[in-house]
């Protein structure tokens, strides 16, 4: 049985990646996280072993929470996938790409609805990836179609150092517009940057 993460030993896995990071040892773009560590260790609380993960970019503390080993974890991260990490042992994906998990999280629910399996997919997403049509179709199609996923909004207000909500002139984004059973969402800012962890030049 994995040991459950703490608060801590998620704040201790990023602060030791920026160190690396920051040291020059992974030469890859890195997008770590930091602030959220309570929420996401709450909604892991119910997710189980044989349920999907689907992630963007961002997605460090989501692979240890769902039993990825840290030395796997940072050895993956060192080969420079920290922005692509798939762990398909432990059911984990993630893309680089804006919105990319999304509709492939979305399939895979569909696949697991036909095949009458007990898993549930959970597809995690940022404030703007959730305004683009592909996250809005595919929470749209999966409520409409009952299929076994959640979406997680992770709200930290920017889309990398742009306000999203001045983006698209509204103090309300569309998921906060009405309640949705397939979607939660929570509010934090990042203690860290974009990409990198501050020191070293990154995008």
Same mark, same amino acid.
């Given at each position: 049985? @994995?040991?459950?993460k703490?608060?801590?030993?998620?704040?201790? #896995?990023?602060?030791k990646?920026?160190?690396?990071?920051?040291?020059?040892?992974? /030469?890859?773009?890195?997008?770590? +996280?930091?602030?959220?560590?309570?929420?996401?260790?709450?909604?892991?609380?119910?997710?189980?072993?044989?349920?999907?993960? #689907? &992630?963007?970019?961002?997605?460090?503390?989501?692979?240890?929470?769902?039993?990825?080993? %840290?030395?796997?974890?940072?050895? =993956?991260?060192?080969?420079?996938?920290?922005? +692509?990490? &798939?762990?398909? %042992?432990?059911?984990?994906f993630?893309?680089?790409?804006?919105?990319?998990?999304?509709?492939?999280?979305?399939?895979?629910? *569909? =696949?697991?609805?036909?095949?009458?399996?007990?898993? /549930?997919?959970?597809?995690?997403?940022?404030?703007? @990836?959730?305004?683009?049509?592909? =996250?809005?179709?595919?929470?749209?199609y999966? =409520?409409?179609?009952?299929?076994?996923?959640? *979406?997680?909004?992770?709200?930290?207000?920017?889309?990398?150092? @742009?306000?999203?909500?001045?983006?698209?002139?509204?103090?309300?984004?569309? #998921?906060?517009?009405?309640?949705?059973?397939?979607?939660?969402?929570?509010?934090?800012?990042?203690?860290?940057?974009?990409?990198?962890?501050?020191?070293?030049?990154? *995008?």
């Open positions: 049985m @994995t040991k459950k703490t608060i801590e030993d998620l704040i201790a #896995f990023e602060e990646v920026a160190e690396i990071f920051n040291s020059g040892l992974i /030469r890859a773009p890195i997008h770590l +996280s930091r602030g959220n560590e309570a929420e996401l260790i709450n909604i892991f609380e119910n997710i189980q072993e044989t349920d999907w993960i #689907f &992630c963007s970019w961002r997605s460090h503390l989501h692979c240890l929470l769902k039993g990825v080993e %840290e030395e796997k974890l940072l050895e =993956a991260i060192l080969q420079g996938r920290s922005i +692509s990490l &798939c762990f398909p %042992e432990h059911r984990v993630s893309s680089a790409i804006v919105g990319g998990q999304v509709s492939i999280a979305t399939g895979v629910a *569909f =696949a697991e609805k036909l095949k009458g399996s007990p898993s /549930r997919v959970w597809c995690f997403m940022g404030d703007m @990836t959730s305004e683009t049509g592909i =996250a809005q179709t595919s929470i749209h999966s =409520a409409q179609h009952e299929l076994p996923i959640n *979406f997680v909004v992770e709200d930290n207000g920017v889309s990398v150092m @742009t306000d999203t909500r001045k983006v698209w002139g509204s103090d309300k984004l569309r #998921f906060q517009e009405k309640e949705m059973k397939n979607l939660v969402s929570y509010r934090y800012e990042n203690a860290f940057p974009h990409a990198g962890a501050g020191k070293r030049i990154q *995008f």
